[in-house]
C-alpha cells in the first residue's frame, strides 16, 4: 500500500527513540519507544482530542467568580457569608439523617424510668422514656448530640443568612418573592425547633409548652381550637407529646423540605447575590 | 386576534431582542447573579468538608446535660424556650394590659401574641420600603439602621425574657418611677421598669448611632453630594 500525506504524526520522536539520535537520556528513549509503539496501536492522541471536545462541549471549566470575570473591586473574604443558606440545607440534611435514627428508638411518652446516673453527665437516677435512648442504645448518646448541634447550626445559619440578607440588601429586585419564601422558611425552621425542644419531655420542654400553649389560648376566636389541634386540649400532656412528635417527624419537615426546593430553585433561575 | 400564547410569544421574542441590542451596544448593565451551578456548587463542596467536621468534633466534645423530667406541680424558677425563641418570650413579658384611664382594652397576653405577628409584619415589609439600587449599608443608612434596631430588639428582648435573674442580680433595674407616680392610671401598654425601658431605647439607639455613622462614612469618603449613584454605577453595572 502506497504510502500517503507524508510521514505519521511522531515519527520524528519514534525514529530519535528507535535510532537513539537526540537529547534524550536512555531511560527517556525506552519510555519514549513504549509509547510510540502503544500509541501506534492504541491511537490516545484521538482519545485526548474527543475528550478536549467533550469538555468544550459541554463548557465544563474552573469556576471564575463574576467578580474576576469583570474584573469588579472585590472583597474575597465576604465569600463565606454568602454560603450560610448553603450551610443551613446542609444541618437540615444532617439533621434528617440522624432524626430518621432517633425516630427508630423514640418513643413519645411522658412516662418516667428509673436508670443509673449517666456518668458525668448527670446525677438524677431518673429520666423520662424520651431521653432514655441515650443510655441504652449504641451511639444513642452520639445520636442525640448530632441532632441537637445540627438543629443549633440550622437556626443560627439561618438567622445569620436573614442578616446577610438584608445588611447586602439582596431582596431587592429580582428577588423580593424568594425574600418572602425565605421568612416562611425561618418561620418554618423556628417552629422545627420549638416542637423538637418539647420531645424530650424534661422541665424546660414542659414550661416552654405551657408558654406556647398560653400563648394559643390568649388568640381570640380561634385560639382554644388552636390549642386542642396543636396542644391536644388546654392542658399539657400525652397527647401534647403525640401532637409535637407528629408535627416535628412528619408535618413540618415535609412542609420545609418542599419549601426549601422551591427557595434553592428560584435561586438556581435567579444565580447568587455577589459581594461589591 | 392574537391569542394569549401568541402574545406572550411576541413578548419574549421581544425581551429576547431588546437584550441582544443591548448586549451588542457594550453598554453598561446590571450585574447578573453568581451562578449555582457550578460555581456555588463548587464554594459549597468546600463547606460540607468543613462542616462535617466541625459537626463531629462539636457532638462529641461539647455535651449536653440529661434533663430532669417533666413535673407539672413544680414551676422551676427559669423557665425558657430555645435561644432562638427568646425574644419572643421576652415580648410576652413586656405586654401588659392595654390601659387607658383605668379602662382595659387588650389584655397583655393578647397584645403580647400580637406583638410577634408585627415582628414578623416589620419583616415582611422591608421589599416595600426599601427602594433604589443601592446594595451596600453606607449607601442606605436608614434601612441599615433600621436592621440594627431589630436586631437589637431581638438581643434585648432575650435578655428581657430573664428579667428575675437580673432583677436578683441588680436592684435597680426593677424600680419603677412610672408606676410609682400612678401614670400607668392614664395610660399603660407595656412594662416601665427600668430593664425594660433600656430593652428599647438601647435598639433605637443602636439605629441612630448607625445611621450617622454611615452618614459621616459618606461624606468623609466623598465629601460630595450624588454619592449613592455613582457608587451604584461603578460597583453594581458591568460591560
Request: proline content about 5%.
Amino acid at each position: 500500500m502506497a504510502k500517503q500525506g507524508g510521514p505519521r504524526p511522531g515519527a520524528r520522536a519514534y525514529d530519535t527513540a528507535r535510532t537513539g539520535k537526540g537529547q534524550a537520556t536512555g531511560m527517556q528513549k525506552m519510555n519514549l519507544r513504549l509509547w510510540a509503539w502503544l500509541e501506534d496501536r492504541f491511537l490516545f492522541r484521538q482519545f485526548r482530542r474527543h475528550y478536549q471536545e467533550f469538555m468544550l462541549r459541554i463548557n465544563m471549566q474552573m469556576p471564575v467568580s463574576h467578580t474576576e470575570r469583570y474584573n469588579l473591586r472585590v472583597i474575597w473574604y465576604w465569600y463565606p457569608l454568602y454560603t450560610l443558606g448553603s450551610l443551613a440545607l446542609l444541618s437540615f440534611v444532617t439533621a434528617t439523617i440522624s432524626g430518621i435514627l432517633l425516630a427508630l428508638y423514640y418513643v413519645p411518652s411522658i412516662a418516667v424510668r428509673t436508670l443509673p446516673p449517666y456518668g458525668e453527665l448527670s446525677t438524677e437516677a431518673w429520666y423520662s422514656v424520651a431521653v432514655t435512648i441515650t443510655q441504652e442504645i449504641p451511639f444513642g448518646f452520639m445520636l442525640r448530640q448530632l441532632h441537637f448541634w445540627s438543629a443549633m447550626i440550622m437556626v443560627a445559619a439561618v438567622v445569620l443568612h436573614t442578616v446577610r440578607i438584608y445588611m447586602t440588601q439582596s431582596y431587592k429586585k429580582p428577588r423580593e418573592v424568594n425574600y418572602f419564601v425565605g421568612i416562611l422558611l425561618l418561620v418554618l425552621t423556628l417552629g422545627l425547633g420549638y416542637t423538637g425542644y418539647l420531645l424530650p419531655w424534661s422541665q424546660l420542654s414542659f414550661w416552654a409548652g405551657r408558654i406556647g400553649l398560653e400563648m394559643a389560648l390568649a388568640t381570640p376566636l380561634v385560639g382554644e381550637w388552636a390549642a386542642a389541634l396543636v396542644f391536644g386540649g388546654s392542658a399539657l400532656g400525652q397527647e401534647t407529646l403525640t401532637r409535637m412528635h407528629v408535627l416535628h417527624v412528619f408535618v413540618l419537615p415535609v412542609i420545609t423540605f418542599g419549601v426549601m426546593v422551591m427557595h434553592i430553585m428560584i435561586v438556581w433561575i435567579q444565580g447568587v447575590t455577589e459581594p461589591h | 386576534m392574537a391569542t394569549t400564547k401568541e402574545l406572550i410569544q411576541a413578548y419574549m421574542d421581544e425581551v429576547d431582542r431588546l437584550e441582544e441590542e443591548a448586549r451588542a451596544k457594550k453598554r453598561f448593565r446590571a450585574v447578573e447573579g453568581f451562578p449555582y451551578w457550578p460555581h456555588q456548587f463548587m464554594r459549597d463542596s468546600i463547606l460540607v468538608l468543613v462542616f462535617l467536621a466541625a459537626l463531629g468534633y462539636i457532638s462529641a466534645f461539647i455535651p449536653y446535660y440529661l434533663e430532669t423530667p417533666a413535673n407539672p406541680s413544680g414551676q422551676p424558677l427559669i423557665i425558657l424556650p430555645d435561644w432562638y425563641l427568646l425574644w419572643s418570650y421576652g415580648l410576652l413579658k413586656i405586654a401588659v394590659d392595654v390601659t387607658i384611664f383605668g379602662t382595659v382594652i387588650m389584655e397583655g397576653k393578647l397584645l403580647g401574641v400580637l406583638l410577634n405577628g408585627v415582628v414578623v409584619g416589620f419583616m415582611v415589609i422591608v421589599p416595600f420600603i426599601a427602594r433604589g439600587a443601592a446594595r451596600r449599608p453606607v449607601e442606605a443608612p436608614a434601612m441599615a439602621g433600621y436592621g440594627v434596631f431589630g436586631m437589637l430588639l431581638g438581643i434585648t428582648l432575650s435578655i428581657y425574657s430573664v428579667n428575675n435573674v437580673f432583677y436578683q442580680q441588680w436592684g435597680i433595674l426593677a424600680q419603677d418611677y412610672y408606676v410609682q407616680a400612678g401614670l400607668n392610671e392614664i395610660f399603660y401598654i407595656l412594662q416601665t421598669d427600668l430593664l425594660s425601658i433600656l430593652s428599647l431605647v438601647v435598639p433605637i439607639l443602636g439605629a441612630f448611632v448607625t445611621y450617622y455613622f454611615l452618614k459621616w462614612r459618606q461624606n468623609i469618603t466623598t465629601g460630595q453630594t450624588g454619592y449613592e449613584n455613582k457608587l451604584s454605577a461603578s460597583y453594581y453595572k458591568i460591560r
